[in-house]
């Protein structure tokens, strides 16, 4: 892990292009194809920014840097690299501030929805099947999805489900949408950047098919190592040819809920290695879940920064 939280950066001589969540996104000077991407230690939830996480930067990163490599032949993607040494000579002179939480990566125009991959119902799944099933059809409909009266908390699904959202900016919320509405999206998008030889339908069954696939293959590398990957999210770009990039974080505990097998058990929350110990403290405070963040106990961001610790090492069997 890096030797000090970062909970924002301010590299003064290049360009900052966006300050995420979690991320700071900046240009380099001379090199107008790349961009560099900081992974701060920022932690946040509810689309809220909390406060920072001793050592959650270089945990995302090495995390994202292994799926990106071990995912590569199913998606391309837009990693460069993260070795500092092998950066442009404008980003060296940060170095103390880039080594592990940093990456050179292809600059891309990101797609205008999240396509989440939920293996098992959890969450935010959990609480909208509960409202649905107080109906009278045998079959529910949540989130575009039929499901089963009968499900338990934390069961397996029989297939993987697709469920995009819209994306939010620090401050707002992500929505759920059907997939009609994410085709919509990415319709109007495609339309905007002068995509036209793109059919937009196939274009979008075309990012559900990806993310499965990832989603699938993660999972079995996952299970592999005694860790369930419940659901996850990822973030799609696409270049001027119009080829589809798996960008951004993959699979870390800030993107994904990861239960460890040997504890699972259908019928109830499960403990897990992300940011849902977080989320538990934030549920039991008197808090509106909008900005400003409360005030959070150190023992919760330390107890946090174990838990990202141990889904790295469990993963990466560091």
């Known amino acids: 892990?890096?030797?000090?939280?970062?909970?924002?950066?301010?590299?003064?001589?290049?360009?900052?292009?966006?300050?995420?969540?979690?991320?700071?996104?900046?240009?380099?000077?001379?090199?107008?194809?790349?961009?560099?991407?900081?992974?701060?230690?920022r932690i946040s939830a509810f689309d809220v920014v909390i406060d920072s996480v001793m050592g959650k930067g270089s945990v995302l990163t090495n995390m994202t840097v292994h799926w990106l490599k071990l995912l590569k032949d199913v998606v391309p993607n837009h990693f460069i690299t993260a070795n500092v040494d092998e950066y442009p000579e404008i980003c060296k002179q940060y170095e103390e501030v880039l080594w592990g939480r940093s990456m050179?990566?292809?600059?891309?125009?990101?797609?205008?929805?999240?396509?989440?991959?939920?293996?098992?119902?959890?969450?935010?799944?959990?609480?909208?099947?509960?409202?649905?099933?107080?109906?009278?059809?045998?079959?529910?409909?949540?989130?575009g999805h039929s499901l089963r009266d009968d499900m338990l908390e934390s069961e397996k699904f029989d297939e993987p489900l697709f469920t995009p959202s819209t994306k939010a900016?620090?401050?707002?919320?992500?929505?759920?949408?059907?997939?009609?509405?994410?085709?919509?999206?990415?319709?109007?998008?495609?339309?905007?950047?002068?995509?036209?030889?793109?059919?937009?339908?196939?274009?979008?069954?075309?990012?559900?098919?990806?993310?499965?696939?990832?989603?699938?293959?993660?999972?079995?590398?996952?299970?592999?190592r005694g860790m369930i990957i419940a659901d996850t999210k990822f973030e799609l770009a696409i270049d001027d040819e119009g080829v589809?990039?798996?960008?951004?974080?993959?699979?870390?505990?800030?993107?994904?809920?990861?239960?460890?097998?040997?504890?699972?058990?259908?019928?109830?929350?499960?403990?897990?290695?992300?940011?849902?110990?977080?989320?538990?403290?934030l549920n039991s405070i008197d808090w509106d879940k909008k900005a400003p963040a409360p005030t959070v106990p150190l023992n919760v961001l330390i107890r946090t920064s174990d838990l990202y610790a141990i889904a790295e090492s469990m993963l990466l069997k560091v």
């Open 169 to 224: 900016e620090a401050g707002s919320h992500d929505e759920n949408i059907s997939i009609k509405q994410m085709t919509d999206i990415l319709t109007q998008f495609l339309i905007e950047h002068n995509f036209s030889d793109i059919n937009p339908d196939e274009f979008a069954a075309n990012t559900e098919r990806i993310v499965l696939q990832l989603y699938e293959e993660a999972s079995s590398f996952a299970l592999e």
């Open 1 to 41: 892990m890096t030797r000090k939280t970062v909970h924002e950066t301010d590299l003064r001589n290049l360009d900052l292009v966006h300050r995420g969540k979690v991320r700071d996104m900046y240009a380099i000077p001379g090199h107008p194809d790349k961009l560099l991407v900081v992974a701060t230690d």
């Open 104 to 143: 050179i990566v292809k600059k891309l125009t990101p797609l205008p929805a999240e396509f989440i991959v939920r293996g098992y119902i959890s969450g935010s799944l959990w609480k909208a099947y509960l409202k649905a099933i107080s109906g009278s059809n045998s079959k529910k409909n949540v989130l």
């Open 244 to 281: 589809i990039y798996l960008i951004d974080e993959v699979l870390t505990p800030d993107s994904s809920r990861f239960w460890p097998l040997d504890q699972y058990e259908v019928g109830h929350g499960q403990p897990s290695f992300d940011k849902q110990f977080l989320r538990d403290y």
